[in-house]
Nanobody, 116 residues
Framework: QVQLVESGGGLVQAGGSLRLSCAASGRIFSIRNMGWSRQAPGKQRELVAG???????NYADSVKGRFTISRDNVKNTVYLQMNSLKPEDTAVYYCRFYSDYGLEYWGQGTQVTVSS
């Protein structure tokens, strides 16, 4: 059974940085897309950043220039480096993997809290 295990969330002051990691446990093959989404209280889940197998990335406008997504295909791990954090970045962050076989996996979520 495949599980995505996230780490790296926490409490940080505005202007600070955090690095999230998400690793797959269990056997997983042909991960096409990896990404991070977030959900703040009372709001819908939104896509923050995505990266495809070849390395192309996309970002939500609200995080462009501040967040960087990267992946390690050997380790089946995706990272999200978050710099210049703002209070409005406070949310539960979820990683997502999508395979070539149409299978989708989600992490359990990790809390990021940015204090002003």
């Amino acid at each position: 059974q495949v599980q995505l295990v996230e780490s790296g969330g926490g409490l940080v002051q505005a202007g600070g940085s955090l690095r999230l990691s998400c690793a797959a446990s269990g056997r997983i093959f042909s991960i096409r897309n990896m990404g991070w989404s977030r959900q703040a209280p009372g709001k819908q889940r939104e896509l923050v950043a995505g990266i495809i197998r070849g390395g192309s990335t996309n970002y939500a406008d609200s995080v462009k220039g501040r967040f960087t997504i990267s992946r390690d295909n050997v380790k089946n791990t995706v990272y999200l480096q978050m710099n210049s954090l703002k209070p409005e970045d406070t949310a539960v962050y979820y990683c997502r993997f999508y395979s070539d076989y149409g299978l989708e996996y989600w992490g359990q979520g990790t809390q990021v809290t940015v204090s002003s």
